[in-house]
């Protein structure tokens, strides 16, 4: 089996690799951004992709879409920080066939990939329950989360303006800005500024009306 770790962070590639050293009918490539991805996918014809949200240059959620149209039959787990239902609902309607947290238990990592890539779909039984049991709101853009407030920073940094001008433009101390900007990457799951603006974009923040 061919497995294909898409992650911009070397320690969790190498955290992949222990995970599946034991298994020898495993064979492991990587990427570390979506270009890489999809060459390696092009030239390993991978059984599983093992893909993390959070990418440099185009999110993981696009390099997805990219997967699926090159090949509509991928096999890809999607594997991140982010333990939130709302993400994974995200990635499974997406066409992922699994999506798993990093903080998993690596026996869970092994089963999630001889899994999808046994043609079934994958989620951890913990995350499945939240799933069960949370309300229809999950599987809504997560955007529809954010106050007005939020969805206005968000729409000025896919603008391209800074938080000075933000602030300036709102008119409210650069100090709110910063403050509702940790909390956008929070309810958001991203890790920087540049998450943010993926995720705009992605979902057409910048061409919402004022």
Do not use: W
């Not at 222990?18 to 951004?33: C, P, R």
């Not at 509509?72 to 239902?85: E, K, L």
């Not at 853009?141 to 729409?155: F, H, K, S, W, Y």
């Amino acid at each position: 089996m061919r497995v294909l770790i898409v992650d911009d962070h070397p320690m969790v590639i190498e955290g992949c690799r222990g995970m599946l050293s034991g298994q020898k009918d495993i064979e492991v490539f990587e990427a570390h951004n979506a270009d890489e991805a999809l060459e390696k996918y092009a030239s390993t014809a991978p059984d599983v992709v093992v893909l993390d949200i959070n990418l440099p240059g185009v999110s993981g959620f696009e390099l997805l879409r990219l997967l699926l149209k090159r090949n509509p039959g991928a096999r890809v787990i999607v594997f991140t920080m982010n333990d939130d239902p709302v993400f994974a609902a995200r990635a499974i309607e997406r066409g992922a066939r699994g999506y798993l947290a990093k903080s998993e238990d690596p026996k869970i990592f092994i089963k999630a990939i001889r899994s999808v890539e046994a043609g079934e779909r994958f989620l951890s039984n913990n995350l499945a329950l939240r799933l069960a049991f949370a309300d229809q709101s999950l599987t809504k853009n997560p955007l529809d989360a954010l106050n007005g407030r939020e969805i206005e920073i968000l729409r000025n940094l896919a603008n391209g303006k800074d938080m000075t001008e933000i602030a300036h433009i709102l008119k409210v101390s650069y100090k709110t800005v910063a403050n509702n900007c940790i909390l956008l990457k929070r309810k958001l799951g991203a890790r920087s500024k540049a998450d943010l603006l993926r995720i705009a974009v992605e979902n057409k923040v910048a061409m919402k009306l004022v």
